[in-house]
T-cell receptor, first 115, second 113 residues
Framework: KAGVTQTPRYLIKTRGQQVTLSCSPI?????VSWYQQTPGQGLQFLFE???????NKGNFPGRFSGRQFSNSRSEMNVSTLELGDSALYLC??????????????FGEGSWLTVV | AQSVTQPDIHITVSEGASLELRCNYS??????LFWYVQSPGQGLQLLLK??????LVQGIKGFEAEFKRSQSSFNLRKPSVHWSDAAEYFC???????????FGRGTSLIVHP
């Protein structure tokens, strides 16, 4: 079974631009969550989607948004990029059932550099 | 709300030595517990998890962890460390009924030859 796939793996954007990152979950997984990882702040939860609905949200500004499609694939968008948005963005998926359905599996991440 | 603490930011061990990475959690009931490993420039890989039952959990790459309710701990162990184990290790705790685990700040493992 293929793992979580994220594209693109690396990208460089200019301050003020916007960016869209894509995530394909493990087949059969219905929950997709996004995390931002930086050296200073560690791993921070952005949001989680289940059945095309945002189910949980972290403490990030409205410039960070996401969506999930009917095939469970997800995208996240960051508008008006700031230098501080430079980070590794990780997508994770889970079956989202009860018990062990809560186990999340991560992709390789998308490295975003804002210049 | 649940929380997790990894007291050690860095751990240095010699290759072949034993390893124990500490993880303490705060949660009112029995939590779900996870250990993940992250190699440089990569995503997080699940090493092992605890949901219920036997408190000693075996994982991949020769790792194990023991859930100790009395100490609110879930320490990760390996009897003999290999140079390839050098990475960042994250402990995470999930609350029953919540879909989002809470991650610790991570422990960086350095392995000396």
């Amino acid at each position: 079974k293929a793992g979580v796939t994220q594209t693109p793996r690396y990208l460089i954007k200019t301050r003020g631009q916007q960016v869209t990152l894509s995530c394909s979950p493990i087949s059969g997984h219905r929950s997709v969550s996004w995390y931002q990882q930086t050296p200073g702040q560690g791993l921070q939860f952005l949001f989680e989607y289940f059945s095309e609905t945002q189910r949980n949200k972290g403490n990030f500004p409205g410039r960070f948004s996401g969506r999930q499609f009917s095939n469970s694939r997800s995208e996240m968008n960051v508008s008006t990029l700031e230098l501080g948005d430079s980070a590794l963005y990780l997508c994770a998926s889970s079956p989202s059932g009860t018990g062990e359905g809560n186990t999340i599996y991560f992709g390789e991440g998308s490295w975003l550099t804002v210049v | 709300a649940q929380s997790v603490t990894q007291p050690d930011i860095h751990i240095t061990v010699s290759e072949g030595a034993s390893l124990e990475l500490r993880c303490n959690y705060s949660y009112g009931a029995t939590p779900y517990l996870f250990w993940y490993v992250q190699s440089p420039g990569q995503g997080l890989q699940l090493l092992l998890k605890y949901f219920s039952g036997d408190t000693l959990v075996q994982g991949i790459k020769g790792f194990e962890a023991e859930f100790k309710r009395s100490q609110s701990s879930f320490n990760l162990r390996k009897p003999s460390v290999h140079w390839s184990d050098a990475a960042e290790y994250f402990c995470a705790v999930g609350a029953r009924g919540s879909y989002i685990p809470t991650f610790g700040r991570g422990t960086s493992l350095i392995v000396h030859p």
